[in-house]
């Protein structure tokens, strides 16, 4: 089998990895049915990295996928290595592959004399050489306007949805938004479940301190209701296990978190494993290792959807209709990472 995969009319697609989730590409080359390029890549005694392509890509399109996780810096700083690498190398194109995008938080101004570091990691990945972006479910859309190239925002829903139809009574489900800003995602889901009950968390978030909010309140009916929380990301977990207790103190007969991005940083998994939820339901977009794995969460592969993302791309066809779901064969029946 080779590492790069022939294409038509003479197109090469080469599909490369840095060192933070290799085994994720792995699996998508899977999907793909080819294999990720080799790579020679090592760090200096000072922590500079060297990377090598072991085989030519002149003339390729070339998907460079790197996990945006701890150590955070040190992993986009190696991905933009690979892009100029490649760059270097006369590949055709570059798509950068970030499941999970870092700093995609930060995209916006809360005070004065604060950096837009979302702007600056488009920035930087376009300076490198990329000329396009694929990634899973931005923390805001809009974001895909830093880039003055084309964004391919793929997101996790229709994975999502299909792994939750079964798990709980939808007569009897309510779907919550854990704040105001992602109310429109979480109609989507209220909709694509035939039109189920909607409820969301009032809260304010302290812009002063890191991964702070505080829930005051939920507009819409909750109680004796099975609740889904549906969010982007849980990080230090800290305000989804406030969104949960908060829906138990209205009367919530259970609570499942969904999140597309189980970063689960500092206390998460301890502030997870207390907290009551039901059940846990994470994508695989940064590695999410077993000491991290509670006997409540689900960790389901972004593998097929990725590679349905990188074949449109190379094939010169419409993301958008990922939207309502994976093509067939990128189907499987060993959904979990």
Not at 37 to 47: M, R
Not at 65 to 80: F, G, R
Not at 305 to 324: H, P, Y
Request: with cysteine; proline share 6%; glycine share 6%.
């Amino acid at each position: 089998m080779s590492a790069v995969l022939e294409g038509t009319p003479d197109k090469r697609l080469a599909l490369v990895t840095g060192r933070a989730y290799p085994e994720q590409a792995e699996e998508t080359a899977h999907y793909l049915g080819t294999e990720v390029l080799p790579t020679t890549a090592y760090d200096f005694a000072n922590g500079e990295m060297y990377v090598r392509f072991t085989e030519p890509v002149r003339g390729a399109d070339v998907f460079i996928m790197q996990a945006h996780t701890q150590p955070i810096n040190k992993w986009i700083m190696e991905q933009l290595i690979m892009i100029d690498a490649a760059k270097r190398a006369s590949a055709r194109s570059i798509t950068v592959v970030a499941p999970f995008f870092g700093y995609s938080r930060q995209d916006k101004k809360h005070l004065g004399r604060e950096p837009i570091t979302a702007k600056l990691m488009f920035s930087l990945l376009q300076a490198a050489g990329a000329d396009r972006v694929m990634t899973v479910d931005l923390h805001a859309a809009q974001e895909q306007g830093f880039f003055s190239g084309p964004v391919d925002h793929l997101t996790a829903m229709p994975v999502l949805l299909d792994y939750m139809r079964n798990r709980l009574p939808l007569d009897n489900t309510t779907i919550v938004s854990p704040d105001a800003g992602r109310i429109k995602v979480s109609e989507q889901w209220a909709a694509k479940l035939g039109g189920l009950p909607l409820a969301f968390i009032h809260k304010t978030r302290d812009t002063t301190r890191p991964n702070h909010a505080v829930a005051h309140g939920i507009i819409g009916d909750v109680k004796g209701r099975d609740c889904v929380v549906v969010d982007d990301m849980i990080d230090t977990a800290g305000t989804i296990c406030e969104a949960v207790r908060t829906l138990h103190e209205h009367g919530a007969k259970s609570v499942t978190l969904v999140a597309t991005h189980g970063l689960l940083s500092g206390p998460a998994v301890e502030r997870l494993r207390d907290s009551g939820a039901k059940e846990i339901v994470l994508m695989d977009t940064v590695p999410i290792p077993e000491e991290k794995r509670l006997p409540n969460m689900t960790v389901l592969s972004t593998a097929p959807l990725l590679a349905a993302g990188i074949r449109s791309v190379f094939e010169s066809r419409s993301v958008s209709n990922l939207l309502n779901g994976l093509p067939e064969d990128m189907r499987t029946r060993n959904i979990y990472a």
